[in-house]
């Protein structure tokens, strides 16, 4: 097969309108039928896949020679192929996922009931304005965003006005601050708090030794999530405000002062303004990170129920059912597309830039001294925080019962764990963490590269090249950040889980979940070093005769090796902390590290978990410096201005 | 050429991750078993580092409670992807077995078993077995009720008292076959209405439906909540680890579980399935491993089998009756959890 379609390539005989059709039918007419077939045809195997792919490559030829994408083959193939992909497995899975809302237990179309799912008052209900009991779950998860956005972003700025404008003691901070959150697996500052504030807590035991405060389970619910997501979510808010501030050129403000402005005056009313797009962007990102964060809710949510944890629980936990999690995953959808909608259209376009090469631009005005002392004391304090619940997971794994206050020393969670003996000599790995760890190690491995090249491309593609439609292959390519993770990885087993495309319980799944979920991160981070890249050194490249993917591999991708350094790194990273989605795809055979922790903290197992983390986040720190030292230097701007993402 | 470092390395990092994924197949000649393991993971974990060493095949294990199964099982269905079932209480086990989610396997060993074990493998027709059996009852912290001044709870009633508020902690019943066949117990103790009442009035005085049976053991031994209600030997673990619990069978009589394991119809490893199903059940193989450990203080179902000395004896507590065949078929279990979600579940905090 694939050698007919390679042959019908290169064969100047057949029409090319005729090919692209032909192949196009074939595509098409063979997923289709797989998918009539449904539950009762046999799965793809690795070779139906390929030959997909050759038929589209041949689709994607053909259509460059019948003229679209100014003839460019090289172009039109990584388009065509990228699309379709995306297609396949980002609006697929998600329009059946949201299908399923309106579809009752036996599959049958029913809009009464998808109505009453929809608008039930489980979702919607407002009854704790009231005085009465529970909120509707949607109402619950955006009061808990709608503060956690206000809160980080006030946070943030407080840190960013501290660190620029308080002193020089803070220049390290801003590497400190940068790093913290992409080696961080999303539940251990939760764990933390509760081994610090739970009923038998650190400081809850202190409290209650010292000062006689009874012990409380008040950490758990809405307060509890609402401050891990708060130390989670500024390091990202102070990254965002910070390279705002930094962004605006002193000399507003100077003539300002020349014009006899007192401090607070120059404040108000030419520094605000200018960061006004920056802090409603960071509103935004914390207030979607917010809805589609699971690890934080799941440990600490207690009886405050949130739209992440409800669809985990409608799926996997004993109540299946798979049309009320579709429904609760519509309406998360539709937030945060919402957001995502709103974030490209007030800020996607406006510059924020100020900074011009005019020569000396200045000092940024010092802060009102009353502002500064409080800023900068405000700082200190919730970095020291931070710092303290990070301690304490360090701690933890190596004392005996952190949360009783126990600290003999002892490694007995890591032998549990990561234990490893002398077997009929050879090493085996008998601590019950491994099995997860080296397949979260393989999939990431496995995954980073892949995302590196789709998202490159794509990225090379949108900047350099003039088409038909690239508009829409950008929009295409950054969908999947607006999906949060936990309706992907429902999407996901809804959509793979019956021929001809059954991929659940395998380790595919968990790598194309991660492929995609990532991609745009790549896309991103080769859009940006594309553009410190001159288009001269293509056309250079163009006029010597080179195609267009000589260009590529000759000229542009040993211009993009930071790009592609950093793409690999921050997937890898990713991927090793993901929670959200790969919580519904892990199986007992490919199971994944941050899915063996959470099921180790509902069980209490709090220092096993610990130590884990541990480990998780050793393990990553290391790479980043070995990559690091290897390289120089990771750029890891991946959060521009204009960056949203959902969530772990 | 310092350009080419970044990729080699991460080159290395892939190859590194693959031969260490690699390395774990010591045991690849014996294949492999897919294992769902539903008591704590203190126990399921000496059980298959035991059968690993005693046969050579490679057991992948996650632990859930047994009414998380049942779903995953049943959800699965089409395309099964475990292939023991082994642990947690009989209802669920019983309704898989009802539904044919669950595949019959008369083993050899079933002449060594106790009368109740084989009962609950016949009322199955075979397609589930009991491997355990251990009392209902609950649990409190003694030093934090002697801290608080309280009255020591002797009944189910007692759970119910103003005074205990946000001082329970016990299971969900959807998601936990310990709390199920606490609601099982009270249906049965005092029939169906009151039964309900009396789950309302405790819902004032529960802090958290987990979703782990055992859980609440835990909970009362650290302090962080006074009651607990749990099977009676999940509580003696932590007693007998030293923290300050004393167990309690309620006056009003108590129910009590046999714990179960299923052959997951579809398995594909099959014949390594049957084999952990032999080794389970023989007296110096599964049904040791707990006692050993220090993990169990069930009743083995062997009748071979060393009983754990500080295991509650079920001779000495008043058990009802408990009719496994009513409260584990199908339309029962769905219709008390259906009612429970609706009525209790529901409930304002």
Redesign the interface.
């Not at chain 2, 992948?60 to 409670?65: E, F």
């Not at chain 2, 650290?222 to 909540?225: K, R, V």
């Given at each position: 097969m694939i050698q007919a379609v390679a042959l019908a390539d290169s064969s100047r005989v057949l029409p090319h309108k005729l090919l692209a059709w032909a192949s196009a039918a074939l595509v098409l007419g063979w997923l289709g039928l797989g998918f009539a077939q449904g539950a009762s045809g046999t799965a793809f195997a690795w070779w139906h896949y390929a030959a997909l792919l050759a038929l589209t490559f041949l689709f994607a030829r053909s259509l460059a020679r019948c003229g679209f994408f100014i003839g460019d083959v090289t172009v039109a193939t990584i388009v065509i192929v990228i699309a379709a992909l995306l297609g396949l497995f980002i609006f697929f899975p998600v329009g059946k996922a949201l299908l399923a809302a309106v579809l009752d237990n036996q599959g049958r179309f029913a809009p009464a009931l998808a109505i009453e799912r929809l608008l039930s008052p489980d979702i919607w209900g407002l009854g704790c304005f009231g005085g009465g009991t529970h909120c509707g779950v949607a109402v619950n998860s955006v009061m808990l965003a709608t503060i956690v956005g206000f809160g980080t972003t006030l946070l943030g700025l407080v840190m960013a006005l501290a660190a620029q404008r308080g002193g020089q003691r803070f220049s390290s901070l801003y590497s400190v601050m940068a790093v913290l959150p992409i080696v961080t697996p999303p539940f251990v500052i939760a764990l933390a708090l509760v081994v610090l504030f739970g009923r038998t807590g650190l400081v809850t035991g202190w409290m209650s030794t010292l000062f006689d405060i009874p012990r409380t389970r008040w950490i758990y619910g809405l307060t509890g999530v609402t401050l891990a997501q708060l130390l989670t979510f500024t390091p990202i808010a102070f990254m965002i405000l910070h390279g705002a501030l930094a962004a605006i050129s002193p000399s507003l403000e100077e003539a300002a002062q020349t014009l006899r402005a007192s401090r607070t005056r120059v404040f108000r009313t030419v520094t605000w303004p200018l960061l006004r797009p920056a802090l409603a962007n960071s509103f935004l990102l914390a207030f979607v990170e917010s809805l589609a964060d699971f690890g934080n809710p799941v440990v600490l949510a207690g009886n405050y129920e949130v739209l992440s944890t409800k669809i985990f629980f409608a799926v996997a936990g004993a109540q299946h059912e798979p049309g009320r999690a579709a429904a609760l995953a519509t309406v998360l959808l539709g937030f945060t597309l919402v957001a995502f909608w709103l974030q490209q259209r007030w800020l996607g376009k406006a510059s924020y830039v100020t900074v011009s090469g005019k020569g000396d631009a200045g000092l940024p005005a010092a802060l009102p001294t009353g502002l500064r002392r409080g800023c900068v004391g405000f700082a200190m304090a919730w970095i020291a925080f931070t710092l303290a619940c990070y301690a304490v997971i360090a701690v933890g794994g190596f004392v005996k019962d952190i949360g009783r206050g126990d600290m003999t020393p002892m490694l007995a969670h890591f032998g549990a764990g990561f234990a490893i003996e002398w077997q009929g000599g050879r090493l085996a790995f008998v601590g019950s963490a491994w099995d997860s760890f080296f397949t979260t190690v393989e999939v990431a491995a496995i995954a980073a590269p892949l995302t590196a090249v789709i998202g490159l491309l794509s990225a090379y593609v949108i900047t350099r090249q003039r088409f038909a439609g690239r508009r829409t292959f950008e929009f295409l390519t950054m969908v999947s950040f607006a999906v949060p993770g936990t309706v992907i990885g429902v999407a996901y087993i809804v959509a793979f889980n019956v021929p001809p495309l059954e991929l659940t319980g395998g380790l595919a799944i968990l790598v194309l979940c991660f492929v995609f979920r990532n991609m745009p991160v790549g896309v991103r981070a080769g859009i940006a070093a594309l553009a410190q890249i001159d288009k001269s050194l293509d056309e250079a490249s163009a006029t010597l005769r080179a195609s267009t993917l000589r260009t590529l591999h000759k000229v542009v991708m040993p211009l993009l090796k930071p790009a592609i350094v950093a793409t690999l790194v921050f997937s890898f990273t990713h991927a090793m902390t993901a929670v959200s989605a790969v919580i519904f795809l892990a199986t007992a055979k490919y199971n994944l590290a941050t899915v063996y922790i959470i099921g180790r903290v509902e069980a209490g197992e709090y220092p096993l978990a610990i130590a884990y983390s541990t480990v998780l986040i050793v393990f990553m720190l290391s790479l980043l410096l070995i990559v690091q030292w290897l390289t120089g230097s990771v750029k890891l701007g991946r959060r521009s201005q204009a960056d949203l993402v959902t969530g772990h | 050429m310092?350009?080419l470092?970044?990729?080699r390395?991460?080159r290395w990092?892939?190859a590194a991750?693959?031969a260490?994924?690699s390395?774990?197949p010591?045991f690849a000649q014996q294949g492999?078993l897919?294992?769902?393991c539903s008591v704590?993971?203190e126990w399921c974990?000496p059980m298959v580092?035991a059968f690993e060493?005693a046969t050579g095949i490679k057991v992948?294990?996650?632990?859930?409670?047994s009414?998380?199964f049942?779903?995953?099982i049943?959800?699965e269905a089409?395309?099964p992807?475990?292939d023991v079932w082994w642990g947690g209480t009989g209802d669920p086990h019983l309704q898989a077995a009802e539904e044919a989610l669950t595949d019959p396997y008369v083993s050899p060993k079933l002449d060594e078993l106790q009368d109740w074990a084989v009962r609950q493998a016949r009322a199955a027709k075979f397609r589930t077995v009991g491997i355990y059996a251990g009392a209902l009852g609950y649990s409190f912290n003694t030093q934090e009720l002697a801290k608080r001044k309280l009255p020591e709870p002797k009944c189910w009633a007692d759970l119910a008292k103003p005074i205990y508020k946000?001082d329970v902690q016990v299971a969900?019943p959807?998601?936990s076959g310990t709390s199920y066949t606490m609601l099982a117990t009270l249906v049965q103790l005092f029939g169906e209405a009151k039964a309900f009442d009396l789950m309302k009035s405790m819902h004032k005085n529960i802090?958290?439906y987990?979703?782990?049976g055992?859980?609440p053991a835990?909970?009362v031994a650290?302090?962080?909540?006074l009651i607990g209600i749990t099977f009676q030997h999940d509580a003696v673990i932590q007693a007998v680890s030293g923290a300050p619990v004393k167990i309690v069978s309620p006056c009003e009589g108590t129910g009590y579980e046999i714990g179960s394991m299923s052959i997951i119809k579809g398995a594909k490893n099959l014949a390594n399935a049957r084999k952990w199903y032999d080794w389970a059940l023989s007296a110096d193989g599964g049904q040791a491993i707990g006692a050993a450990n220090k993990v169990s203080y069930q009743v083995p179902s062997n009748k071979k089998a060393p009983v754990p000395a500080q295991a509650p004896k079920l001779g000495d507590i008043k058990l009802i009756d408990y009719d496994f065949a009513k409260y584990g078929s199908s339309a029962e279990r769905t219709r008390l959890l259906k009612k429970w979600?609706d009525e209790v579940g529901?409930l304002?905090?």
């Open positions: - | 310092s350009a470092k970044p990729s390395a991460t990092l892939a991750g693959l260490a994924a390395a774990t010591a492999e897919v294992l769902y704590q993971e974990r580092a060493k992948l294990m996650t632990r859930k409670s009414g998380e049942y779903a995953q049943k959800a089409a395309n992807k475990g946000d969900n959807n998601s802090n958290q987990t979703k782990s055992a859980a835990r909970a650290t302090g962080e909540s979600d529901k304002a905090k």
